[in-house]
């Protein structure tokens, strides 16, 4: 990757290289069609998962479990941030919720676009459009807290190293960078099923036609790409949940957060494998199932350092 890659710009010139091309991968041959069924997809970009209201109830449910994981919305020793960005910030409720527990704070969420445009976001709070793929549009040393959450089926593993070495560019020294990543690997669901491995089979080959990661070296791998990025006292966290009506409150709603992703990338994984989506849908169900048959557990990673 050439190493202006990741070099702050606000808006890339149309002659510049695009970052596809960069990373290695060609979205051409691959790209989803903007709209497909119901569902809308970003063809311009590797991220996989559709942007449509659909998926910004999805991603507020998911919310909801992960910070019931954490017991909060963080992990990072942070004390009184004054500047927190949220990279990749989605429906903005994360943002929203530090904004209102950090009243003196400003809170940038970043994103490719803005949803939930029609809320009244907290005043404290402001959106701004952008890429990580094509440099942070802030200066060096702007945060002093910097949250990326759940990006692994939208950077390309070979950008990895890079977009963390930008996060760490903009976080001031003294601030916090925080990762968390949810593997989409096989490996992460213990026990799995037959239904599961070939779920997890077809999503990790579209994922690896968009230059995603498709074997969990990312989610493993977030330590090392803060300590790279400069970082210390760098701790990683893996933290296992359970999946499934067997684990309870928890596991009933991951379960269904889950089953609402796969459904979500159904049509593209039937047209690209060529199988009818029943067929695919029906995969689903069957992997859903043995959660519960073999009370399967899946791991989210949450890794953060401190910029010295
Ligand atoms: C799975 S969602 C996670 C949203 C949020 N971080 C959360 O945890 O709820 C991924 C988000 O990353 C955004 N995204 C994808 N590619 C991006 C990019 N290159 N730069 C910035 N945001 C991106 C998507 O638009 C989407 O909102």
Request: with cysteine; glycine share 8%.
């Amino acid at each position: 990757m050439p190493w202006w890659f990741f070099r702050r710009r606000s808006r890339p010139a149309a002659s510049q290289t695009a970052p596809a091309a960069a990373s290695g991968w060609q979205l051409g041959e691959v790209a989803l069609p903007r709209l497909h069924g119901s569902r809308r997809y970003l063809q311009e970009q590797p991220y996989l998962l559709p942007k449509d209201l659909g998926e910004v109830n999805r991603l507020d449910f998911q919310h909801y479990i992960l910070r019931a994981v954490l017991r909060g919305n963080y992990l990072a020793p942070i004390q009184q941030p004054r500047r927190i960005l949220d990279v990749g910030c989605g429906t903005g409720q994360w943002a929203f919720e530090l904004a209102q527990q950090f009243p003196q704070a400003q809170v940038v969420g970043l994103d490719l676009e803005q949803v939930k445009a029609a809320t009244s976001p907290p005043p404290n709070y402001r959106f701004v459009q952008g890429d990580i793929l094509q440099g942070l549009p802030f200066d060096d040393n702007s945060f002093d807290f910097v949250h990326q959450r759940l990006l692994i089926a939208a950077i390309p593993q070979p950008a990895w190293p890079g977009a963390v070495q930008e996060l760490a560019r903009v976080t001031s020294p003294g601030g916090w960078v925080e990762l968390v990543e949810l593997s989409t690997h096989i490996s992460n669901l213990t026990p799995s099923g037959p239904a599961n491995e070939y779920l997890a089979s077809l999503t990790g080959q579209l994922a690896a036609l968009r230059g995603l990661d498709s074997e969990g070296i990312v989610t493993r791998s977030l330590d090392r790409y803060l300590e790279q990025a400069g970082l210390v006292k760098v701790q990683r966290h893996p933290i296992r949940v359970p999946l499934g009506e067997w684990g309870g409150r928890i596991g009933s709603l991951l379960a269904l957060d889950f089953r609402t992703m796969w459904t979500a990338i159904s049509t593209p994984l039937a047209a690209r494998f060529q199988i009818p989506e029943q067929d695919v849908l029906q995969l689903i169900d069957q992997a859903c199932r043995e959660w519960d048959e073999l009370h399967s557990s899946c791991s989210f990673t949450v890794a953060y350092g401190q910029k010295p």
